[in-house]
């Protein structure tokens, strides 16, 4: 069955480094999203694109956050300098289309952050 | 402001009991709703989907109900099992949002 690769599963890093995580989405799925899970809590939208194009970004911190899908086909979530309150999961999913049943999400395994 | 929202927080129930989660939500208009199963450090994973005319699903021992009236969703677990422990999300979707529930994190003892 085909699946949203995701990587790292963990890291640990120190504030004001860098971090950088991976997501490949299922074959054929257009719209790619980033959420972001604080323990006890539900995803959090950081960013949406449909194929190459971001369609939703407000809720990224766009200071310190960066999101890119040069192909429309994978992406990279990056975080430059990592604060202690960055330590989440971070969740990729993937969707055939932006609406309806079509929107259904396939999320991969996530992303630990650990930020000392 | 969090327009879905979810009850209880979390509960414990013994193995072969049954439970019943609920999400209400304000969230319009109204596209359908589905219920996600998020195992502890797993992604969430999607149980049923329903949409405005359907009042009930059900996958496995897993039945969803919607009363789109009084915006108001529940999940039941039927004979609980060791492995239904997880946290269970509800999330509404108009056309242009999903919005996600805070979750409901059920522990199953045997």
């Known amino acids: 069955e085909a699946e949203v690769a995701q990587s790292p599963r963990y890291k640990i890093t120190e504030k004001s480094q860098a971090v950088a995580f991976w997501c490949d989405p299922i074959?054929?799925?257009?719209?790619l999203y980033w959420y972001r899970q604080i323990l006890g809590q539900g995803p959090e939208l950081l960013v949406q694109?449909?194929?190459?194009?971001?369609?939703?970004d407000s809720q990224l911190p766009k200071d310190r956050f960066s999101a890119e899908r040069l192909k429309g086909v994978d992406s990279t979530l990056k975080i430059q300098p990592a604060e202690l309150g960055d330590s989440a999961m971070y969740l990729c999913?993937?969707?055939?289309?932006?609406?309806?049943?079509?929107?259904?999400?396939?999320f991969g395994e996530g992303s630990r952050l650990t930020v000392l | 402001k969090n327009q879905v929202e979810q009850s209880p927080q979390s509960l414990i129930i013994l193995e072969g009991k049954n439970c019943t989660l609920q999400?209400?939500?304000?969230?319009?208009?109204?596209?359908?709703l589905r219920w996600y199963k998020q195992d502890t450090g797993r992604g969430p994973v999607s149980l049923t989907i329903m949409t405005f005319s359907e009042n009930t699903k059900s996958n496995g021992r897993y039945t969803a109900t919607l009363d789109a009236d009084t915006k108001q969703s529940s999940l039941h677990i039927t004979a609980s099992q060791l492995s239904d422990s997880a946290s269970y999300i509800c999330?509404?979707?108009?056309?242009?949002?999903?919005?996600f529930g805070a979750g409901t994190t059920v522990t199953v003892r045997a």
């Open positions: 999913a993937s969707s055939l289309g932006p609406s309806g049943y079509s929107r259904e999400l396939f």
């Open positions: 999330v509404v979707t108009n056309d242009y949002k999903l919005s």
């Open positions: 999400c209400n939500y304000t969230v319009s208009p109204f596209s359908n």
């Open positions: 694109f449909q194929d190459e194009s971001v369609v939703d």
């Open positions: 074959s054929g799925h257009a719209t």
